[in-house]
């Protein structure tokens, strides 16, 4: 059971676990969808660089491993198998405040659940971790008060949808 998150840095750290968690579970699998598991590689390449950013303590998280591995999400990765080459992402725009950090990753949690619920047959398990990985990053933006006026219409989406993640990636 995850612990009570109370404030922003706590969110961006839980997210950004729940993501490298999901890394490892495609990494491990016999197919991985190459496109995916770099897009998630490139994610928590992003809120890794957001959390040294605004110094959120990566205590308690997988992200705190990143340090054998030169901090390289890519290297972690490989640990289970399938290394790959991939081009890390220039940051999105800039973020001034640890909100818009949040913001950030969770606009990358909400594309994702998008792309995947466009697939002619999404992979369930992916889905539900992502909807899930988006939904504390959704509570957190509310709980936390961040301002949303610079999100894409994915997260006013799911402000639309009452902030349940699963029905707006069920209306999709």
Known sequence: MRKE????????????????????????SKNPGKY??????????????LMR?????????????????DGRVDLWAAQYGNPMEITMPPMYGTTKTA????????????????????????????????????QV???ALVKFNVDLSGATSR???VQKAGGSVQAWADSQ
């Open 5 to 28: 998150i109370t404030d922003v840095s706590q969110a961006i750290a839980a997210v950004t676990d729940i993501l490298m968690a999901i890394i490892a579970r495609m990494a491990m």
């Open 155 to 157: 997260a006013l989406a």
């Open 137 to 139: 990053a959704y509570d």
């Open 99 to 134: 909100g818009d950090a949040l913001l950030f990753l969770a606009e990358c949690v909400f594309a994702t659940i998008e792309s995947l619920t466009n697939l002619s047959r999404p992979p369930k398990q992916q889905l539900v971790q992502q909807i899930g990985a988006g």
């Open 53 to 69: 950013q605004f110094d959120v303590s990566p205590e308690g998280t997988q992200v705190a491993d990143l340090a054998k591995f």
């Open 36 to 49: 995916e598991l770099k897009r998630h590689i490139q994610i928590v390449t992003a809120a890794v660089k």
